[in-house]
């Protein structure tokens, strides 16, 4: 079927645990902890590869000293990112799939987080689970230069008729 959506395919092809941080020195006061997290989100559509950069850090005080930080690369391959692109060249992504691959890769960052406190001091600080659509989605509002367009069958159909008649 010609306006059938292209099936959204991608594994892991790298997890990494890129940099972590602790402070043994530092005593929080546990009513001050505060949790951020930051994201990286990078992609190519030659090689056909989306990457996360996950980083969460804890923090207290009044200048919001970090004591805990790190942050953790996924990397997904897409089988086929390149349809997905527009005539102009961006990407019209499928509703949900960034969501979905932001969510394992907040599990990964979550995982290796624990893991890397775990026989510290601050063992017991560990990243809660979040609402991982809502978080994207605030992470991606923080940034002003991104443009994300939610593929619909009206997008795809408008698609390949440019297509068809170059």
Avoid: C
Avoid at 8 to 16: D, V, Y
Avoid at 28 to 34: H, Q, S
Avoid at 132 to 156: C, G
């Amino acid at each position: 079927m010609e306006n059938e959506l292209p099936q959204f395919r991608f594994n892991i092809l790298r997890i990494l645990d890129s940099v972590f941080f602790v402070e043994e020195g530092y005593n929080p006061k546990p009513e001050d902890v505060k949790i951020n997290f930051g994201m990286g989100f990078h992609f190519d559509v030659e090689e056909g590869w989306v990457q996360y950069n996950i980083r969460a850090d804890f923090s207290a005080g009044e200048i919001e000293k970090q004591f805990v930080t790190g942050t953790v690369v996924t990397k997904f391959a897409v089988d086929n990112l390149k349809s997905f692109t527009d005539s102009d060249g961006s990407i019209m992504w499928p509703s949900n799939a960034l969501e979905v691959m932001f969510s394992i890769a907040f599990t990964h960052m979550r995982a290796l987080l624990a893991k890397n406190t775990a026989g510290t001091k601050f063992s017991q600080y560990i990243v809660p689970l979040v609402n991982s659509r809502e978080l994207f989605k605030q992470l991606m509002d923080a940034d002003p230069n991104f443009e994300m367009v939610e593929i619909s069958e009206e997008n795809v159909k408008n698609r390949i008729k440019t297509q068809s008649t170059k």
